[in-house]
């Protein structure tokens, strides 16, 4: 399936074979749930106590150890978790994420034969960094960027699930991405220990236009350094 803008606040979804219907109309979710096999809905509007299930990886790193314990079987017989989204949205964390592409080749090197286009991991921002080591947003936690007229500040590094294997659009299904993350970038995130992570989340301070081409503007924690993106 694919989704569609259609306006404002408005969107259409892409079935198999082609037809397209609105977001939010019973006749898609009744088309998506005998496709799915179980009931689903598409909501505008985030639930008042949302559940976010996340499948449990065979790998190292992609998911806290204290929440292995919590596991269970569901109806397709995966293995998954469950935990609260934050209240109010769609998101389990942070409204804005960041990957640089310093941190994809870096990936890229670990798994030759991968394709870490950033869409697979659903960016809202990508800063092109020229050179330089990988991972440098590692270093900006807790600091500010300035990109256009917007001013973002470093949260915390971005766990990844699963979902950056899947197939995205013409990205085609890869189980290794996600193995060469659990190798190459697991690092601290909070009090869950050591997880792979792609990416930080960001917090919006002052908001503005960000357009492709902005210059970005970043002020570490204590340090201030300056880079083009």
Known sequence: CRSRSAGPGAARVELPGGDVLPAGGAELDARLSALLGRRVAVSGEPPEQGLLERAVPDYEGGLPEVLRPRASVDSTGGTITAGRVAAGTFFDFGRVHLVT???????????????????????????????????????????????????????V??????????????????????????????????DLGRLSCVGVYLEVLEPGTVRTGDEVTVHPDPAIRRTTG
């Open 157 to 190: 590094p971005t766990p990844r699930c699963v979902v950056p294997n899947l197939g995205h659009g013409e990205l085609p299904p890869d189980a290794g991405i996600m193995r060469a993350v659990a190798r190459e970038h697991r690092v601290p995130v909070l």
């Open 101 to 155: 592409t310093n941190s994809l080749r870096s990936l890229r090197r670990t798994h030759p034969a991968g394709d870490f286009d950033p869409l697979r991991f659903r960016p809202n921002l990508v800063v092109d960094l020229p050179g330089g080591p990988g991972f440098p947003e590692d270093s900006w936690q807790g600091g500010t960027l300035r990109i256009g007229p917007a001013l973002f500040r470093v949260v």
